[in-house]
């Protein structure tokens, strides 16, 4: 056998080397019967007179024998593999009981004996999971839309393979209204590899109704689930509905406001879409705080003894050969139906083939397998709680709001001590509108860890959404202080800036400053957050400077016509002028009448001004910005509207006066201030920060035109989604 000859080998050749090597030793050590051994004992050999013994050299001698003889050894049991390692080890493999690739002091604890706590959790987990029922795919659901958001029960929570909240509600295309400024969001940009001229590749909601959302008002922060801009992968365009935020908006919205929770892909292009940071993205290096986390345990005992198996599929789909997986894992599927690990791994891959083929298909059959492979028996405890997070966030990802929220409370009754699952919650609860539990959830989570960064911006930002704006301060400025995941985001420094304003604290450029040190904003003054790189940049512009002076010099010659419909219309008692309630105001009356918005014409509207509806339709600049309105604004005797900024910069705003007060109306964009002249064009960047007061004696009555910012390409104009 190869085994024997390479013993014989190896233990030849060091014998062989300590033999020669101990030659001298030997005949200097001990007694020898040579005259000439004799005359050396003789004369001295030994002072100790004794024969035989060793010397001190000799003993060091026999001690590096035997080490050599250990060091050879070694050396021929490795060289000549005399022990097949790899052939140990992978029978050892598969008592690998915690999951962590290796045989270690864990897994023996597990093998000798059972872990009574974590099998009581074990247990737990499993008799919550079978109250839930999972219908086989394709079957009716019963609809979720139909449950008020504050009425969310555990008990009622079915997770189902579709959500029905995937039905999504059809949305009215006949009320226009801005978004408010406290809407909540969620968006996730592309990965890399879809990277576009324009900017990241983003997804349109899979309402085939509306390709758009139209929010009311209601004085909710956040906006029902079914109503936001949802990801989708079937198209290219999506974002989420911005909140506009302009004085010049006159029903401006301070933009501010949306929170939107998204991961951020770094821009690669130079004009490209650029979102605002992740919700969980860690903040500066220095403050990011090495925690060692603890290896989940994904497997449980059967499929250790799979293990090999599902290594290999799980090695497929690490290295981009998606395909392949998915056919490796549901072959495990098919054959070890129990195995939570094969689900998991199929639900992986479903995953990550939906973004490939960009596939919302092939997506809802992910969160269905998510949730089998949580459902299954004897499903670890850390796989049931990767299984169900992911399962949220990409039900997240599809607009499925209610869904994700039901999802989210299953988590938090299975892991009631996760704080991250609770603050989750909470912005699960923000989604679908429902800030009065968000707020209970962020309560709870700071009674339990006052010091939870993620908790203490959302609160705050709850807190002044509710206009309770100096005692939002202190939550807002310490969770950015915390430097916890997701609290660098730009729509904190800019509601901490904002609330401090109205208070008169003089730190909120400070925050500003950093914000914008930090990338969150391009400057100070200009703080939009949904920006395209490359745009020029300045507070004022002249008409040559837009390249639109047809359509300016048709606004000022027919500015008269334009007048009087609008007088007309305020002249009427059915209020089609309606009052500004985004919390712009510090005091006073201001109310818009909109024609167009997100680039849709309003029909009844334009019934109302049919000679100024006929003559925009001529300047597709105008009635084709998606990214804007077409509205006339009035504001009456002591009206102030607080510094605020607009939610892009891909667009301008003209400003046409129609009935001007002599005195008493001024706007102030960044630090140059400016008043309207009847007949006159006014064009700024409401991107950057803004101001108006009105101390006249009259109302004032001004004629708005959104126009894309000249510097957009064609493709750009078609392909940004609409705000």
């Known amino acids: 056998m190869m ?6 080998k190896g233990g030849g050749g060091g014998n062989s080397s300590s033999s020669s090597s101990s030659s001298p030793s030997s005949c200097t050590s001990g007694g020898s019967s040579s005259p000439g051994a004799r005359r050396e004992t003789k004369h001295g050999g030994q002072k100790n007179g004794k024969k035989g013994g060793l010397s001190g050299s000799s003993f060091f001698t026999w001690f590096m024998v035997i080490a050599l003889l250990g060091v050879w050894t070694s050396v021929a049991v490795v060289w000549f593999d005399l022990v097949d390692y790899e052939e140990v080890l992978g029978k050892l493999g598969i008592y690998d009981a915690d999951g962590d690739g290796d045989f270690d002091v864990d897994d023996a604890k597990v093998l000798l004996g059972p872990q009574n706590i974590e099998d009581e959790l074990q247990d737990q987990i499993q008799s919550l999971l079978d109250e839930t029922v999972y219908p086989e795919h394709g079957e009716d659901l019963q609809q979720e839309q139909d449950v008020p958001a504050g009425e969310l029960q555990l008990e009622d929570a079915v997770l189902t393979g579709r959500d029905e909240d995937e039905r999504i509600e059809s949305m009215g295309t006949e009320a226009f209204h801005e978004e408010t400024e406290d809407s909540y969001h969620v968006e996730e940009t592309a990965s890399p590899a879809y990277n576009q001229d324009t900017e990241d590749m983003m997804y349109e909601q ?3 109704e509306s390709s758009e959302p139209v929010v009311e008002d209601d004085g909710r922060i956040y906006q029902e689930a079914d109503d936001v801009t949802y990801q989708d992968y079937d198209e290219q365009v999506y974002e989420p509905v911005e909140n506009e935020g302009t004085e010049s908006s006159d029903n401006a919205v301070d933009d501010s406001h949306t929170i939107l929770e998204e991961v951020h892909v770094p821009p690669a292009e130079e004009q490209q879409e650029v979102p605002p940071e992740t919700k969980r993205k860690t903040d500066d290096p220095e403050k990011k705080e090495k925690v060692k986390k603890k290896k989940p345990k994904l497997l449980n005992k059967f499929d250790k003894t799979i293990k090999a198996e599902l290594d290999a599929a799980e090695k497929l789909r690490k290295r981009g050969k998606i395909e392949e997986a998915l056919n490796a ?23 990550d083939l939906a973004e490939k083929r960009r596939s919302n298909e092939i997506l809802r059959r992910a969160i269905q397998t998510y949730q089998e492979a949580a459902s299954l028996p004897d499903v670890p405890a850390d796989l049931v709680k990767l299984s169900l997070k992911r399962r949220s966030d990409r039900q997240q990802f599809l607009g499925h709001m209610r869904g994700s929220l039901l999802t989210l409370q299953k988590l938090v009754q299975l892991f009631p001590d996760d704080t991250s699952l609770k603050n989750d919650l909470g912005v699960g609860y923000l989604l679908i509108g429902d800030n009065d539990n968000a707020k209970k959830v962020y309560e709870a989570v700071l009674n339990v860890t006052p010091n939870d960064g993620f908790a203490k911006v959302h609160y705050g930002f709850i807190l002044k959404a509710q206009n309770k704006i100096a005692e939002s301060i202190p939550y807002l400025k310490e969770g950015i202080e915390s430097g916890h995941p997701g609290t660098d985001d730009g729509r904190f420094y800019f509601h901490l800036g904002d609330a401090m304003q109205r208070v008169g604290n003089k730190e909120a450029y400070k925050w500003y400053e950093l914000g914008h040190q930090r990338g969150h904003f391009a400057s100070v ?12 940049a300045q507070p004022w512009w002249t008409p040559k400077e837009t390249g639109y002076t047809e359509l300016v010099k048709s606004l000022e010659r027919n500015w008269k016509l334009i007048r009087d419909e609008g007088l007309a219309v305020m002249d009427r008692t059915q209020g089609l002028f309606l009052p500004e309630d985004e919390n712009l105001r510090e005091k006073g009356d201001w109310s818009q009448f909109t024609l167009w918005q997100q680039g849709r014409k309003n029909e009844n509207a334009c019934k109302g001004a049919p000679k100024t509806c006929s003559l925009l339709d001529k300047f597709p600049e105008t009635t084709g ?9 009035v504001m009456h005797p002591g009206t102030h509207v607080w510094p605020h900024t607009g939610p892009t910069n891909c667009r301008l705003r003209m400003h046409l006066g ?9 706007i102030r964009c960044a630090n140059e201030t400016k008043t309207w002249e009847e007949g006159k064009v006014l064009i700024f960047d409401d991107s950057f920060e803004h101001e108006v007061w009105q101390d006249a004696k009259s109302f004032r009555l001004i004629f708005i035109v959104d126009v894309w910012h000249p ?13």
């Open 3 to 8: 085994a024997p000859r390479k013993n014989a």
């Open 206 to 208: 899979e309402n085939p």
């Open 329 to 351: 894992f549901e072959e495990l599927v098919r054959r070890y139906p129990q195995s939570p690990g094969a689900r998991y791994g199929k639900a992986q891959c479903e995953d």
């Open 525 to 536: 003054w200009q703080r939009s957050l949904y920006n395209v790189r490359g745009l020029r």
């Open 625 to 633: 910005c998606r990214r804007g309105q077409i509205k006339y604004s």
């Open 658 to 666: 129609l009935v001007i007060p002599k005195e008493g109306c001024k």
């Open 711 to 723: 510097e957009l390409t064609p493709q750009q104009r078609l392909s940004l989604p609409a705000i």
